[in-house]
T-cell receptor
Framework: AQTVTQSQPEMSVQEAETVTLSCTYD???????LFWYKQPPSRQMILVIR??????QNATENRFSVNFQKAAKSFSLKISDSQLGDAAMYFCAYRSMNYGGSQGNLIFGKGTKLSVKP | DGGITQSPKYLFRKEGQNVTLSCEQNLNHDAMYWYRQDPGQGLRLIYY???????QKGDIAEGYSVSREKKESFPLTVTSAQKNPTAFYLCASSMGASYNEQFFGPGTRLTVL
């Protein structure tokens, strides 16, 4: 079974600076998706960025980018020019590309709480 | 606006009572999901449905039941058999099981008194 580990329960960053959140996962599959979700105090889950495992290029969405290291099974999220609105829980998630049964469901890490200091 | 609605936002229940959480979507999505979130935990899958009139147990289905009679609706019943039901419950949907993005509702906070 696949697992997702976020080793940093809490992180803090100064406004306008850069922070990196870590995520590792365990799988025997070669094709899969990886995601970062943001959950602000409103508790609404928002998709931040996704990465397909077959793509070597790291995904980027404005100030958010990932460092995907497939061999190391690592998927970190970098937030540049941090803003107060970035303060939230961030969840890393894994999804198999096999859609049979429960294999296509999301598997979440336990989250990292990010604080942004003004 | 298209989206997912969950009601109520807050729900209080006495021990021994069943309670039903509502989830409705107007995104025309085939697949719907229920997750449970506890403090310090990620989201854990309770039930999912890939098509109308069909649903499967997730990782923590004991003490819960669901129905999927309509494409847009996927209610979750928390039964008295659920030993620790106090939690935050999130509903999600996706175009289909093969689509990788899930969209989430705003959640329901259930508290057992």
């Amino acid at each position: 079974a696949q697992t997702v580990t976020q080793s940093q329960p809490e992180m803090s960053v100064q406004e306008a600076e850069t922070v990196t959140l870590s995520c590792t996962y365990d799988t025997s599959e070669s094709d899969y998706y990886l995601f970062w979700y943001k959950q602000p105090p409103s508790r609404q889950m928002i998709l931040v960025i996704r990465q397909e495992a077959y793509k070597q290029q790291n995904a980027t969405e404005n100030r958010f980018s990932v460092n995907f290291q497939k061999a190391a099974k690592s998927f970190s999220l970098k937030i540049s020019d941090s803003q107060l609105g970035d303060a939230a829980m961030y969840f890393c998630a894994y999804r198999s590309m096999n859609y049979g049964g429960s294999q296509g469901n999301l598997i979440f890490g336990k989250g990292t709480k990010l604080s942004v200091k003004p | 606006d298209g989206g997912i609605t969950q009601s109520p936002k807050y729900l209080f229940r006495k021990e021994g009572q069943n309670v039903t959480l509502s989830c409705e979507q107007n995104l025309n999505h085939d697949a719907m999901y229920w997750y449970r979130q506890d403090p310090g935990q990620g989201l854990r899958l309770i039930y999912y449905s890939q098509i109308v009139n069909d649903f499967q147990k997730g990782d923590i289905a004991e003490g819960y039941s669901v129905s999927r009679e309509k494409k847009e609706s996927f209610p979750l019943t928390v039964t008295s058999a659920q030993k620790n039901p106090t939690a935050f419950y999130l509903c999600a949907s996706s175009m289909g099981a093969s689509y990788n993005e899930q969209f989430f509702g705003p959640g329901t906070r259930l508290t057992v008194l």
